[in-house]
């Protein structure tokens, strides 16, 4: 069935590098994503989101990128700091979707070295 | 910043007992929604709730499952009569809008069914 899922569970990185963080999604008519970063013992946090009349948008230190051609979505963190290290999970909802259901994908840990 | 709580941390309970999942979510949100996620595994939507109906539900929100907001600043989750693979990490969530509105989490109560 159409989901949205996650190309790697776990990714590493030095302190001070980018990171980032893949997903697939395969619902064609999803038209909006967005990323939540989940710290332990806590809920999804909203870090950004996109629309699919967009490609890119830019928060403080993150960037999502969407490639509406091969249904791709990332997440890059620059200058990634160890309060960096958490589940992230990307999110894909439709905008007339009232409901506000979120499918999410399976997420991906990211661990930061110092 | 204000923020979604949820009572309590931790539940646990015997199979075919039911229990009550509370939350109180952000005071001027009109949207309010229960998410669940299974250890190791993906966040998935419940319910979601407007005007004291729900606006949508999933399949995992079968009969042994209701939702109540009870004053004005509660929102709870009842199962009826709990099985073992009801047994997860239980998030509510709040937006100020419906459709592609910023959902706020809660912290979640972990739910252990024995």
């Known amino acids: 069935g159409e989901s949205v899922g996650l190309h790697l569970p776990t990714l590493s990185v030095q302190e001070g590098d980018n990171s980032i963080i893949n997903c697939a999604y395969s619902?064609?008519?999803?038209?909006?994503f967005i990323w939540y970063k989940q710290e332990s013992g806590k809920g999804p946090q909203f870090i950004i989101d996109?629309?699919?009349?967009?490609d890119k948008r830019q928060g403080q230190r993150v960037t999502v990128l969407l490639n509406k051609t091969v249904k791709h979505l990332s997440l890059q963190i620059a200058a990634t700091q160890p309060g960096d290290s958490a589940v992230y999970f990307c999110?894909?909802?439709?905008?007339?979707?009232?409901?506000?259901?979120?499918?999410f994908g399976g997420g991906t840990r990211l661990m930061v070295k110092p | 910043e204000p923020e979604v709580t949820q009572t309590p941390s931790h539940q646990v309970t015997q199979m075919g007992q039911e229990v009550i999942l509370r939350c109180v979510p952000i005071?001027?949100?009109?949207?309010f929604y229960w998410y669940r996620q299974i250890l190791g595994q993906k966040v998935e939507f419940l319910v979601s709730?407007?005007?004291?109906?729900?606006?949508?539900k999933s399949e995992i929100f079968d009969d042994q499952f209701s939702v109540e907001r009870p004053d004005g600043s509660n929102f709870t989750l009842k199962i009826r009569s709990t099985k073992l693979e009801d047994s997860a990490m239980y998030f509510c969530?709040?937006?100020?809008?419906?459709?592609?509105?910023?959902?706020?989490f809660g912290s979640g109560t972990q739910l252990s069914v024995l």
């Open positions: 996109i629309r699919s009349n967009m």
């Open positions: 709730f407007y005007n004291n109906e729900i606006s949508e």
């Open positions: 969530a709040s937006s100020v809008q419906g459709g592609i509105e910023k959902l706020f």
């Open positions: 999110a894909e909802n439709r905008i007339n979707n009232a409901g506000n259901m979120l499918t």
């Open positions: 619902n064609s008519a999803s038209d909006y």
């Open positions: 005071s001027n949100h009109l949207y």
